[in-house]
C-alpha cells in the first residue's frame, strides 16, 4: 500500500475515515459563542489589587531610600569640607603600618596616638595637625595640609 492517493487505489487513510456527529452543540448551529468564563470572585479582584498596591509601595519605598542615601553621602561630602577645628597633634615620633586585606597605619606624636585609615608616609619631628570637620570626621595632616581619615570619629561626649 503506497502512500499517495490515488482514485484506482483502495484506501483506508483519514480521507475514508468515518465521520462520527457527537450531537448538536453551539458551533453547529448559527448562533457561535464561546464559552461563558467563570466569573471571578470579588475577593480574588480585592487580592489581585492589594498585589498590585504592595509592589508599587515596594518600589516607591525603594526608590525612597535610594534617594535618601544619596542624599545622605552628598550632604556628607559636603559638611567635610567645613574645618570646626584645628588642633596640634604634635611631631611624628614614629609610624607602624600593618598590612593585609586593609591597610592600617598607627602614627605616635609626642602627644599621643593616632590610627589612620589608609597607609601614610611621614618625616620624622614633622609637625601634625588633628583637623575636625563639619560631619565630625577627624583627619590627620601634615604641614602641607596632606590629610588622612583617623578610623575613629568623636563620641557625643568628646564633641566640641
Sequence with gaps: MSDIY????ESTGPADAPVIETGSNALDSGNA??????PCPFLDRLQTGVMVIMVLCLCFGFLALLAALTAA??????????LLSVQ???????VSQTTG???RALVETDTGYYSVVDGVSLNKHEALSLQTRGNRA????????RCVALTSTLGPEQAP
Excluded: H, I, M
Design 6 to 9: 490515488s482514485p484506482d487505489s
Design 33 to 38: 459563542s464561546p464559552p461563558n468564563p467563570k
Design 73 to 82: 553621602y552628598l550632604w556628607s561630602d559636603y559638611k567635610e569640607k567645613d
Design 88 to 94: 596640634s597633634a604634635g611631631r611624628v615620633v614614629t
Design 101 to 103: 586585606l586593609l591597610t
Design 138 to 145: 577627624r583627619f590627620l595632616c601634615d604641614s602641607q595640609q
